[in-house]
């Protein structure tokens, strides 16, 4: 390497040439932090786009509705499962054969031990389930989600799931959990025997 | 001296690696500052001789670090070095930078360029009268941005042929051919220069 050869006409050079400021490094990361300027969007749509999701996976099976977790019938289990593994809600699939009926039942189980529960005091206050009505909201806040996972901005994939769930009209006993690998899934606090510790 | 180029290489992409890996599987996103802390003034100065402008200097900088960061999991280490990789990307940002900004760059007499003894403009860069040295410098800011940067890379950051072919796309056989008329242009110059014209 002819590391001296041109050493002097380099330093001719380099003193000609603009140097990088000191604060470099700090504003290429502030450039890479989520934009706190769009923290009020990101909640609202978090409720649009979660509890949408949630809407369709609490409500899909309109009849005998158990308090068990998440019941669906096997036959939708393809496109809601498309959907819930776009949005890492649930993992663990389960064929359950229901007690009540003769109906084959998916039940929606976290995915490894040691799950933590939410406790998101600070989640923003949302629009309520009403918003869940117009279909434009719902597209807008499943791009949101997937701009999200796409640019890897975990905590505010996160932001968008847990405010929608808070959102959502659901019975009392039902809990959103996250695993330590960020997965969320739906559990029914009064039958403690579906959740695997 | 280009093996102990790579050796060096190799052994700073695996610290490199490291990190990335860190960014991307843990979610690491400080971690990212640490590249920048490493590259950031090498690719502040690769930017710098391609654009006139501070200001636009250290903009372009910025968005070559913003986007290496977006486009991290496209990296591929068994193409070259991280450093290569975010040259390329800060090159074409470059290029796009220059499409828009008209200047004009050192006038050349082809006719007296082919006259140019091929012996004498090779050894142009090997000077260290102070005042050739300052006349190279005039010349080579004179030069086309993509030209500037060929000679800051190849005599300054003292980077094989192989290695910019790779970032500007091009093959080593094309800028050894570039390199060679770049310095019969300086040559040109100062000749011109020192006799008045």
Known sequence: ?197 | MIDAYILVMKQQDEKDQQIIDRVLRDGQQADFALLVDRYGARLFAFVATMVSCREDVEELAQDSFVKAYRQLAQYDARRGSFYTWLRCIAYRLCLNYIKRQPEVWLETDEQMLNAIPDDEADSVMDTNDDRRISLLIEAIHRLPPTERMLVQQHYFEQQPLAVIAVVTDTDAGTLATRLHRIRKKLYQYIIQKEHGR
């Open chain 1, 1 to 197: 390497m002819e590391d001296k050869k041109y050493s002097k006409l380099k330093a001719y050079f380099e003193a000609t040439q603009p140097q990088m400021p000191t604060d470099f490094t700090d504003r290429v990361m502030e450039r890479i932090k989520p934009r706190r300027r769009l923290a009020w969007l990101y909640p609202t749509i978090a409720a649009v786009a979660a509890s949408a999701l949630l809407f369709l996976t609490l409500h899909y099976n309109n009849s005998n509705v158990e308090p068990a977790v998440s019941p669906m019938v096997a036959q939708q289990q393809d496109s809601i499962a498309k959907v819930e593994d776009k949005m890492y809600i649930a993992h663990h699939v389960q064929s359950v054969q229901s007690p009540n009926t003769h109906r084959t039942k998916t039940v929606y189980k976290p995915k490894k031990a040691s799950v933590k529960r939410l406790a998101s005091p600070e989640t923003p206050d949302t629009l309520g389930e009403g918003i869940w009505k117009q279909k434009e909201n719902v597209v807008l806040a499943l791009q949101m989600l997937a701009e999200c996972e796409a640019a890897g901005e975990q905590i505010q994939r996160n932001t968008i799931v847990e405010a929608a769930f808070q959102s959502t009209l659901k019975p009392h006993h039902l809990q959103l959990v996250v695993s330590e690998s960020g997965d969320y899934t739906v559990v029914d606090d009064s039958k403690p025997s579906i959740i695997e510790l």
